[in-house]
């Protein structure tokens, strides 16, 4: 099957030898899944950087952040019989999961949304505290009335949630902690109002009965969150059918609101999709697309630090009306970039969904 993305010719726009670890001692696994924004005439990355120490044959080890705000590096021998590190991105080890990297999140911008660099004078973002001892992830970012809203996953073995940051000038930010508790991340707040409430797609994860589904959410001041539905299932025998997680804020069109979403099966493989919500109320899904848009098949989305994998959490809709440009993470190691027109996308969308 032939997906509708045209993939930059430049890609991977980003890879992880292009940036500094952030400390001595740690170098940069994967560069992946940035927000994206438009701030100060140029279009800015706030892309997820996953460090780890140099690993040996021998030994495998991770940062984790402690509560106090320094950091400690946890080392186990790789033949440990109590170790499971079948999964590049998780490990078990006594019963007790860890992250085999910890990511901050780093800011870099471009005048052409191409050629994209680092600027001066940015902080980087950290976790902070004990809900984020395992760093911060895939952070969505949201222009509502001047204030950008940045909702991020926040890890630690306390378990996955998702943390909330507002900043207007990106160099002071407020933090609202945790905004919506575990197991739950892929949050995107719509970027406006819909008659008075603000509104956000969700995924919490039921273990049992349930899945892992998109949610809709509303609240009264962009802070608090309740009246939670279910909007977007798996779907058995699809691209879709093992989980499912919004990408980033929602685009406003004059058939709905279209969300760009990712989809994986039981093989782990990662690609994108669409769905269409009604305008006034977003939690009545209108059509969503049976194939996907995006689907990995170029060299950097089929191998790398987990391969098979394009996952989306930021893009800019351009001045004609019609071309989306998705940056997105391949491989979970590179950060990537594809336009898509809308006219394609609403050509895929159909009623007959669920
Ligand atoms: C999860 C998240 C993402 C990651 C994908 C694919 O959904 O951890 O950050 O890109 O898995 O590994």
Redesign the pocket.
Known sequence: MKDIAKRFEGNPLLSPADLKPSIDGLEIACL??PGVFEYDGKTWLLV?VAERPKQTDDVISFPILTKSGGMEIMKIPANDPELDASDA?VINYKGLDYLTTLSHLRLLCSDDGKNFYQPEGYPLLTGEGILQTFGI??CRVTRLEEKYHLTF?AVSDNGVGVGLRTTTDWKNFDSHGMMLPPHN??CAIFEEKINGKYYALHRPSSVDIGGNFIWIASSPDGIHWGDHRCIIKTRKDKWDSK?V?AGAAPIKTDKGWLEIY?G?NAD?Q?CLGAFLMDIDDPTKVIARTNDAIMIPEAPYELTGF?GN?V?TNGHVVQPDGDTITVYY?AS?EFVCGADFSLKDIFSLLKSDHV
Do not use: I, M, P
């Open positions: 992946l899944n997820r991105r992830e895939d996953t991340k892929d989980r997680g990712h994986a782990h990662y987990f994998v996952f993470g979970d």
